[in-house]
Nanobody, 127 residues
Framework: QVQLVESGGGLVQAGGSLRLSCAAS????????MGWFRQAPGKEREFVAA????????DYADSVKGRFTISRNNAKNTVYLQMNSLKPEDTAVYYC????????????????????WGQGTQVTVSS
């Protein structure tokens, strides 16, 4: 059974930092691209960041570029999202997602490119 379990969310003041983790099991983590998405109330789920299987290629939404960093540890089957200089507009439920091993080298912004999703972790940034 495939599981993606996010953790590390919480309440933080504007300008603060959080580090999200996503632990994967039941799939070949090291051969898959991974992504982070977020969904704010009343809005569609949007792309945040993605990383290829080896960690050598990353992509970020313009809204988080320079503030967020995606990374992975294949030995621990875990992908991370370091979030610095948080803003109230970053408030959302954050989801990690696993892509196909056939596209291991690709970093994609499309939700349809990810077949497995976690349950999400809430991030709330107060002003």
């Amino acid at each position: 059974q495939v599981q993606l379990v996010e953790s590390g969310g919480g309440l933080v003041q504007a300008g603060g930092s959080l580090r999200l983790s996503c632990a994967a099991s039941g799939l070949t983590f090291s051969s898959r691209p991974m992504g982070w998405f977020r969904q704010a109330p009343g809005k569609e789920r949007e792309f945040v960041a993605a990383i290829n299987w080896s960690g050598t290629n990353t992509d970020y939404a313009d809204s988080v570029k320079g503030r967020f960093t995606i990374s992975r540890n294949n030995a621990k089957n875990t992908v991370y999202l370091q979030m610095n200089s948080l803003k109230p507009e970053d408030t959302a439920v954050y989801y990690c997602a696993a892509g196909s091993p056939k596209l291991s080298a690709v970093v994609s912004r499309g939700r349809d490119e990810y077949g497995y999703w976690g349950q999400g972790t809430q991030v709330t940034v107060s002003s």
